[in-house]
């Protein structure tokens, strides 16, 4: 095989894909088709749709994405903020048990409810 015609089986793949990167774009149109169908029946108005390169399989494992590190701090603040959330929910169901389930008034004063 030349040069030159290794030239033009590289520019017509640029236009035509052939083997498993056209495969790719295929499945992610497929899926692309199918997230977008689902968005538009069951999705609440206003939605946002996918794009063809939301479902693209990015194969460049040599180029490795910066990993962001939190802080101490940061994972602090957002542990404390989810247990504050929790308890909170916790203290509104035992209120709300404690007023719907209290025991009746002769039985409040009494040694029966002490463990």
């Given at each position: 095989?030349?040069?030159?015609?290794?030239?033009?089986?590289?520019?017509?793949?640029?236009?035509?894909?052939?083997?498993?990167?056209?495969?790719?774009?295929?499945?992610?149109?497929?899926?692309?088709?199918?997230?977008?169908?689902?968005?538009?029946?069951?999705?609440?108005?206003?939605?946002?749709?996918?794009k063809?390169?939301?479902?693209?399989?990015?194969?460049?494992?040599?180029?490795?994405?910066?990993?962001?590190?939190?802080?101490?701090?940061?994972?602090?603040?957002?542990?404390?903020?989810?247990a504050?959330?929790?308890?909170?929910?916790?203290?509104?169901?035992?209120?709300?048990?404690?007023?719907?389930?209290?025991?009746?008034?002769?039985?409040?004063?009494?040694?029966?409810?002490?463990?």
């Amino acid at each position: 095989m030349t040069s030159r015609q290794l030239s033009e089986w590289e520019a017509y793949d640029r236009i035509d894909p052939i083997g498993e990167y056209r495969d790719d774009i295929r499945l992610a149109y497929l899926s692309t088709l199918i997230s977008n169908l689902t968005i538009s029946v069951h999705g609440k108005a206003g939605a946002r749709f996918q794009k063809l390169e939301d479902h693209m399989i990015e194969w460049d494992l040599g180029k490795e994405k910066p990993v962001q590190r939190q802080s101490v701090e940061e994972m602090k603040k957002a542990l404390m903020s989810l247990a504050k959330s929790q308890n909170s929910k916790i203290k509104k169901e035992s209120d709300r048990w404690t007023r719907e389930n209290r025991p009746p008034k002769r039985f409040r004063k009494t040694n029966m409810l002490r463990l």
